[in-house]
Structures are given as structure tokens and as C-alpha cells.
């Protein structure tokens, strides 16, 4: 059974940075797609960060290029999602997930953490 357990969320002043990481367990974590994804309240869930499995080709938002990085560490079973230059409309619940599948920037992913929160404030 796969798990995903999210870390890393908190609150913090506009301009700033904080960095979430996800590790994973139940699956050969190298194999699969693994992204991030938030939801503000009264809004919809939405893509924010992908990266691929071995050969870590990465996709953003547009929203978030140039300031957020996602990268993985297989070896750990864990990506992280560097949020760097954070604005308080980067407040939301942010989510990992797991999918196996081509396509990246999709929401159809298998397997989601539980969430953590990050709070911006200007």
C-alpha cells in the first residue's frame, strides 16, 4: 500500500521560502511520476510542480515558474517542492501525489499525501 506523507509547511512572511518534502513507501518509487499539488480555500485543487521518475524532467504551473523547484532524491523516496520569493496568494493546503501513467501535468494521480499547510502573510 502506497503512503505519502508530507512535511515542511508553516506559516511565513512574504518574500520568504520554505521547502516541502514528501517521502514515499508501498511502490519502487523510481518508477512513477510524482507532483505537487495545492488547494486554497473555496478554490479548486490544482497542479503546481511534476517531475518524472528517472529521468526527472520537470513541469510548473505558470504561476510558480522561476520561483518554485521540484526535484526527488530515489534513493530516499522522497521529492521536495523549494518555494522560494512566496506570495500570500501561495497560501494553500499544498499535497504530493503519485501517479503512474506519461502524462505529468494532470490530476488523475493515484495516490495523495494527507496535505500540509502553508500560509503566507504580506
Known amino acids: 500500500q502506497v503512503q505519502l506523507v508530507e512535511s515542511g509547511g508553516g506559516a511565513v512572511q512574504a518574500g520568504g521560502s520554505l521547502r516541502l518534502s514528501c517521502a514515499a513507501s508501498?511502490?519502487?518509487?523510481?518508477?512513477?511520476?510524482m507532483g505537487w499539488f495545492r488547494q486554497a480555500p473555496g478554490k479548486e485543487r490544482e497542479f503546481v510542480a511534476g517531475i518524472r521518475g528517472t529521468v526527472g524532467s520537470t513541469y510548473y504551473a505558470d504561476s510558480v515558474k522561476g520561483r518554485f523547484t521540484i526535484s526527488r532524491d530515489n534513493a530516499k523516496n522522497t521529492v521536495y517542492l523549494q518555494m522560494n520569493s512566496l506570495k500570500p496568494e501561495d497560501t494553500a493546503v499544498y499535497y504530493c501525489?503519485?501517479?503512474?501513467?506519461?502524462?505529468?501535468?494532470?490530476?488523475?494521480?493515484?495516490?495523495w499525501g494527507q496535505g500540509t499547510q502553508v500560509t503566507v502573510s504580506s
Open positions: 508501498g511502490r519502487t518509487f523510481s518508477n512513477h511520476i
Open positions: 501525489a503519485q501517479r503512474t501513467g506519461v502524462t505529468v501535468v494532470t490530476t488523475a494521480y493515484d495516490y
